[in-house]
């Protein structure tokens, strides 16, 4: 999950996977917020009254598209209760969204925090807030007293997924509307699939495009953790229901396994508002939304995926990473929230069956990627030690990465994961050389896919998009 144009922890000395991936817009498009706002103006001037048209300007009609961002790029709403009083403010995790992207002109993530409410005094106390508790059966769920949802669900595209920006103004290049047929679903990344508002959510928001549109299908299209969540609601939700109202899943780099790097995210200090914290990981070592997925052999095979020693860890050997690292609350987690264990999960990667719908899926290879590290001589946790701080792991700032072919963020082996399930993968499943993990989104290719993924729904054929 690294971005070739910067890597979270570059900065560190070690590059990390999904960390850069979200750091940098496509090169040539990093936009100042005026004017991706008055880009998006533009994109949306007129909607007034115009909420149900079905059509281009050319007269052509059109698909509504609801698009799932990634992990850590959709906005949150975040209630904390204290001594009787309740703290409310928007919350965007702060590696993962760079400042060009904040909305209302915001200088850092705190920033945008603190004008949405947050005051500046508690600001220590958010990672508290945003941590999960894991209880001794491995169950995640919020600290007592504080509330997380989505700031809104396909009501304002910009406020609910500003890192996406850019896409949506080659969309609108191409007929859109933004939050008239062009909608974004953002939704609680911290919890795995099943564990959140999301399935719901899509359900609901894929109803009114659909209604929106006069009964057009929607296109349903997602990037990285996104599309994970988006394909556990398409496997759980009524295949009577997914086929009346989904025409296709179109995939942007779209993560369908448990991410092999990421897994040093439970035993390594937490994210900071501090962008440029040397020390900080991405994301907090609580949430289970990445972490508690388990690495699955289907995708990762007997690779080696970490090393501490002469000790090898392979995907099979997940769990006895964390308990060696001292993340024991995430290996709990893990028996908890594997993706191994759940039906849906199985029907793809064991059973082989397709979705109920179209699919295609697009994603960048010929980029060395981060798929894990290796350790000189970490010391193992022994005796009562549960928590990372009292383990070797925890104080290595540098590991030495363990690489492999990918987009420069997550690896060719996630990303190609469907190949076991979609429908035809010479069809299904395009490759673009050279193209990162963030830099897809914007990708020209990879637009034209979906942009004819959604138009070919219309007539009732999704056109293949394979190589070529």
């Not at 909420?51 to 698009?67: E, H």
């Not at 702060?94 to 949405?116: F, H, I, Q, R």
């Not at 793809?348 to 179209?358: H, T």
Request: net charge neutral.
């Amino acid at each position: 999950m690294l971005n070739a144009t910067r890597r979270i922890f570059s900065r560190t000395g070690q590059p990390s996977d999904l960390g850069g991936r979200f750091l940098s817009i496509t090169p040539g498009r990093c936009l100042g917020l005026p004017v991706l706002l008055a880009l998006v103006a533009v994109a949306t001037a007129g909607l007034t009254g115009c909420a149900d048209t079905k059509q281009t300007s050319s007269g052509a009609a059109i698909a509504p598209v609801v698009f799932v961002p990634g992990l850590g790029m959709s906005a949150l709403e975040v209630q904390a209760r204290t001594d009787g009083a309740v703290t409310s403010f928007d919350f965007l995790v702060p590696a993962m969204n760079p400042v060009d992207a904040l909305p209302g002109g915001a200088k850092s993530a705190l920033d945008y925090s603190v004008a949405s409410g947050l005051p500046r005094a508690q600001a220590n106390q958010v990672p508290g807030w945003m941590s999960l508790a894991i209880d001794r059966k491995g169950v995640a769920s919020n600290q007592r007293g504080v509330t997380v949802a989505p700031v809104s669900v396909g009501q304002d595209f910009a406020s609910e997924c500003p890192r996406y920006i850019p896409l949506t103004e080659q969309l609108a290049d191409a007929g859109w509307k933004v939050d008239a047929n062009l909608f974004c679903l953002p939704f609680d990344y911290r919890y795995a699939p099943g564990g959140n508002s999301f399935v719901p959510d899509l359900k609901m928001l894929v109803e009114r495009a659909v209604a929106k549109a006069g009964g057009q299908k929607a296109a349903v299209a997602c990037h990285s953790q996104g599309c994970l969540m988006a394909y556990h609601a398409l496997r759980v939700l009524d295949p009577a229901w997914v086929e009346a109202n989904v025409a296709v899943l179109y995939g942007f780099a779209g993560q369908f396994s448990g991410c092999s790097d990421c897994l040093r995210w439970a035993f390594q200090r937490g994210w900071s508002w501090n962008v440029d914290d040397q020390k900080a990981s991405p994301v907090d070592p609580s949430w289970v939304g990445e972490l508690a997925l388990d690495l699955q052999p289907s995708v990762y095979g007997k690779a080696v995926l970490y090393r501490n020693g002469a000790k090898d860890y392979r995907a099979t050997d997940a769990k006895s990473l964390l308990r060696d690292a001292g993340a024991v609350a995430m290996s709990r987690a893990t028996a908890v929230y594997s993706l191994g264990r759940q039906d849906w999960f199985r029907l793809g990667s064991i059973d082989g069956k397709s979705l109920p719908v179209a699919s295609r899926f697009v994603f960048g290879v010929d980029l060395p990627t981060t798929v894990g590290y290796s350790y000189d001589s970490a010391a193992v946790r022994t005796g009562s030690c549960e928590q990372p701080q009292c383990a070797g792991f925890w104080n290595v700032a540098n590991p030495a990465v363990i690489e492999a072919d990918g987009d420069g963020g997550d690896s060719t082996w996630m990303n190609a994961a469907p190949t076991d399930w979609t429908s035809d993968p010479s069809c299904d499943i395009r490759k673009l050389p050279g193209v990162d993990h963030m830099a897809i989104v914007t990708n020209t290719d990879a637009i034209k896919g979906l942009v004819s993924a959604a138009r070919g729904s219309v007539k009732g054929s999704v056109p293949c998009f394979g190589a070529g």
